[in-house]
């Protein structure tokens, strides 16, 4: 009789070698990102994530004591992400129809950059958690006072004003990229930035700088 052979080993189920803390922390957020946007929150289990990133469980336990605790930090992450892309695009350049260009980019950027993760941010199946919507909310706040900033140097515009302009763009930016993201393929990533930013630069550039005002 011949002896059975070893069956393969898949490669998301091997044990990885030791890791310094900092990279094993980063390895174990990208399994668990891969297995809460396939399976949600709530089909989710450490064992998946832990035999996706290729550790024990005990290891992963080192790192997170729980599944919530895992999901808040990979939201938390997320949130950072998108806050300085829109941040990076405000800060990148002195001219105000570039930077119209970058935040309507960073949000196609930050939905298409990653499979479905943003759904962490804009679509969590734990919204309801007082945890979850916090980060979320916050994720979005900062990025309304990243654009919020520059408005209000630029045009003079009171904070509110300014905050409130900025949540219109914001919102147009999330809510489009979204329906793109969708329907990719029938709108290349440049023409809906392009179209987008053209749309939100009609109405922004109403509000003139102050030294265009002069």
Request: hydrophobic share 45%; charged share 30%.
């Amino acid at each position: 009789m011949q002896p059975s052979r070893p069956v393969p080993v898949p490669p998301a189920a091997r044990r990885t070698s030791r890791l310094p803390r900092g990279a094993r922390r980063v390895q174990l957020l990208r399994a668990a990102q891969d297995v809460f946007v396939a399976q949600g929150f709530h089909a989710a289990a450490m064992d998946d994530i832990a035999d996706r990133a290729g550790v024990s469980k005990p290891v992963l336990y080192q790192h997170f004591p729980g599944k919530r605790e895992l999901y808040l930090a990979l939201l938390e992450q997320q949130v950072d992400e998108l806050t300085e892309r829109v941040r990076q695009a405000m800060a990148g350049t002195d001219d105000n129809r570039l930077r119209v260009d970058g935040a309507v980019g960073a949000y196609f950027d930050f939905v298409g950059a990653d499979g479905e993760a943003f759904r962490l941010v804009f679509e969590s199946d734990l919204r309801n958690d007082p945890d979850v919507r916090r980060l979320a909310d916050r994720g979005a706040r900062s990025c309304i006072e990243a654009i919020a900033e520059v408005i209000a140097a630029d045009t003079g515009a009171d904070p509110e004003r300014a905050l409130l302009l900025a949540s219109g763009l914001t919102g147009l930016c999330e809510t489009s990229a979204r329906w793109w993201l969708a329907r990719q393929g029938t709108v290349s990533r440049d023409e809906a930035v392009s179209l987008l930013s053209a749309l939100a630069w009609r109405g922004i550039s109403g509000f003139p700088r102050r030294d265009d005002a002069d």
